[in-house]
């Protein structure tokens, strides 16, 4: 039989990694320390639980980059996938699931693997050289100790930043008579209709009350070894986005372009999304409203949005610190660490930012790993495909002195040449990608 595997961090890239290492015929022990130890920002003790969000973004496999990595990772058995398609709610042209069921589906169907066992303990230090293979993929909120473990064997100062929750509204607190369902354009997506989201519209005069209210709110207060710790660029709270000038919501989040009121007239200067959150449509998350608003603040401003007066919240806005490391410098082609190749890291602590892209390292983690537990060779997939393309960035492509949190995007390819027309580039990089990644498959299953 082969060596068993051991994975700490229950998270999406965590049980990825143990669902493709233990469909190659490899034991997998998954170690998850909730509930015994919890984290800031976790609320049930589910494994894949969803966090900031309960979208995976653009399923658009044709044109979008992220959509093309939920493609591949289709084509490659993903779990994290399959579950994601099962529990999918409607979101106009993005993936968004019940983020519950969700959940409760990746722990039933990992658990009932006869190749994975759970062990429900804090892994407080890391392995040793001599312990066989590990996983590390303990995402954003890595427990205080190993933290410190993880510095002591890479020798870098610890990397961190801020990630921020969205609230989540009860539909039924919601006044349709200044509300309305419609993606914008009328665009439908994974079993959406192109009426998938609930819209709150502003006039000028109600946005900009609203930003005098929001910057205005009390914050939360940062303590002492947070201060110097940046926000990702990619989910920043409403307020710092604010802060950079009255019009940027308007031209970001809360832009009305694509919308019509039914029950007015008037433009909307600005207009506030709602995104359903569960399969029953009785919980939705207010889209890019990330905020470290205080409780009492935060609803008072929130309640200004038209049509959310007397809204009631199943959840209020957050915000909580991720850790990652220098992968470019640390880790070799197959994440092995280099100071220490028995261990492997995957997912958000690599220096990958989303659920779809932090599960994606984790896929690819298990597949090296079983790999070699089995003697054979860990290829990497092709820098043309969106799994390799990402890979390539954070285990070197990377500028090391400026590494932060990336999602996929098509800047991470190689380029096409220079004939391919600027507007079908899109489409252009997704099919090679896929033809890429269809050979890179094929060749493994011959082998």
Request: proline share 6%; net charge neutral.
């Amino acid at each position: 039989m082969s060596p068993s595997l051991h994975i700490i961090g229950g998270g999406l890239a965590g049980s990825e990694c143990a669902w493709q290492a233990a469909e190659r015929g490899i034991p997998v022990v998954l170690h998850e320390m909730r509930p015994t130890v919890k984290t800031d920002a976790h609320v049930t003790d589910h494994l894949a639980e969803l966090v900031c969000s309960n979208s995976f973004r653009s399923d658009d496999w044709q044109r979008n980059a992220v959509g093309l990595l939920h493609e591949e990772m289709r084509r490659c058995g993903s779990l994290i996938m399959t579950c994601a398609d099962a529990t999918k709610v409607p979101a106009g042209g993005a993936l968004a699931v019940d983020r519950h069921a969700f959940s409760a589906l990746v722990e039933k169907t990992l658990l009932a693997h006869p190749n994975v066992t759970l062990s429900r303990e804090e892994v407080a230090h890391l392995p040793k050289a001599e312990d066989g293979l590990w996983v590390i993929a303990t995402g954003p909120l890595t427990s205080a100790s190993l933290t410190q473990d993880i510095l002591k064997v890479t020798g870098e100062d610890q990397l961190a930043f801020f990630d921020a929750i969205a609230p989540i509204v009860y539909k039924e607190s919601i006044d349709f008579s200044k509300a309305w369902y419609q993606s914008r354009y009328d665009k439908p997506g994974p079993g959406g209709t192109g009426k998938d989201y609930i819209n709150c519209p502003m006039t000028k005069d109600e946005y900009y009350a609203f930003i005098d209210a929001l910057l205005a709110g009390e914050k939360t207060d940062f303590k002492e070894w947070e201060k110097n710790t940046p926000y990702f660029e990619g989910c920043l709270p409403i307020e710092v986005m604010a802060s950079r000038g009255k019009e940027t919501l308007a031209y970001g989040p809360m832009k009305p372009v694509g919308l019509t009121n039914p029950h007015s007239p008037e433009k909307p200067y600005a207009v506030v999304q709602l995104r359903q959150d569960n399969a029953l449509g009785t919980l939705y998350n207010i889209v890019g409203f990330q905020t470290k608003l205080k409780y009492g603040p935060q609803q008072e401003v929130l309640r200004m949005i038209p049509g959310l007066e007397k809204a009631e919240f199943a959840r209020l806005g957050g915000l909580h610190r991720n850790t990652f490391i220098k992968s470019p410098i640390l880790l070799d082609g197959t994440l092995r660490l280099k100071k220490q190749p028995n261990l492997r890291f995957a997912g958000q602590v690599t220096g990958v930012e989303g659920y779809v892209e932090s599960a994606a390292i984790g896929l690819l983690a298990g597949q090296f790993a079983a790999a070699e537990a089995k003697g054979e060779a860990a290829n990497p997939p092709p820098a043309e495909t969106a799994l390799g393309a990402l890979l390539s960035h954070i285990t070197g492509g990377a500028n090391v002195a400026t590494f932060q949190p990336m999602n996929v995007n098509f800047g991470l390819f190689p380029p096409l040449p220079s004939r391919a027309k600027k507007t079908d580039r899109a489409s252009h990089m997704t099919a090679r990608a896929l033809d890429a990644l269809d050979a890179w498959l094929g060749k493994r299953k011959a082998a």
